[in-house]
């Protein structure tokens, strides 16, 4: 049986798929390789390294062109649209995560590890296509899936940083500045996770786990944001 359907994967996604064996490359999860010592192809991060550089420029580029804001309020516009949580959003969605070559506990978690690999993996598919088809195929692809979403962004307000805005509260209502300590770090170094604390002075408000320090002091800051109710 053929562990790729690249005709079903080009039509769920709306791309064409040439190379057959990059769009597979882009599928597949390191811990894939850990359990079929046999598999021809490599691993997906290299991929990911390009795709998530080209879906920043193309992302930049539009925001440079349609926005005359400055630069901080792009820069969040461009963080809201391409971190983990939108871009697993989009390829849950998008039915990416059909295709996924994995190992069979990767398979398994449903939790924020799974929201990373399918992040990683809409970063791969985009390296993918653009080595496949070109700059303006990555772009057009971008467009559709991701920059849709912009108007959603601005309208809710979610490009906001939450740590920005925790801090902003609290500030004005407290007179502190909060700070963050990592509290665990647990797992191999491919697939490292923390778990981050939100302190205002030595009163812990709230943890926050991620796949990196960063997503987890995010996390922790919005925990704290609704556990304040601000």
């Known amino acids: 049986m053929d562990i790729f359907d ?3 994967f080009s039509k769920k996604l709306g791309i064409p798929v040439r190379n057959r064996e990059l769009f597979q490359e ?3 999860h390191r811990s894939y390789l ?5 598999y021809k192809l490599a691993h997906n991060e290299r991929l990911e390294f390009l795709g998530d550089a080209v879906l920043e420029l193309v992302v930049t580029e539009y925001l440079y062109a349609h926005f005359p804001n400055p630069e901080g309020e792009l820069t969040s516009f461009r963080a809201a649209l391409v971190n983990g949580e939108m871009l697993s959003a989009i390829a849950g969605r998008m039915g ?14 449903m939790g924020r590890a799974r929201m990373w690999l399918l992040a990683n993996a809409m970063e791969s598919v985009i390296g993918a296509l653009y080595l496949d088809s070109g700059y303006d195929a990555a772009k057009a692809f971008i467009a559709e899936k991701i920059l849709s979403e912009l108007p959603n962004v601005i309208e809710s307000g979610s490009y906001a940083d939450p740590k920005s805005r925790f801090q902003e509260m609290a500030q004005a209502k407290m007179g502190v500045t909060p700070s963050y300590r990592i509290l665990k770090e647990s ?8 778990v981050s604390g939100v302190f205002l002075g030595e009163e812990l408000v ?7 320090k960063q997503e987890s002091q995010r996390s922790a800051a919005e925990a704290a944001i609704v556990k304040k109710g601000w």
């Open 26 to 28: 882009a599928i597949t």
């Open 187 to 194: 797992g191999p170094d491919h697939d490292r996770q923390f």
């Open 6 to 8: 690249a005709e079903g």
């Open 34 to 38: 850990n359990e079929h010592r046999d």
């Open 96 to 109: 990416l995560g059909d295709y996924l070559l994995m190992s069979k506990g990767e398979a398994k978690d």
């Open 206 to 212: 709230a943890e926050g786990t991620g796949l990196s």
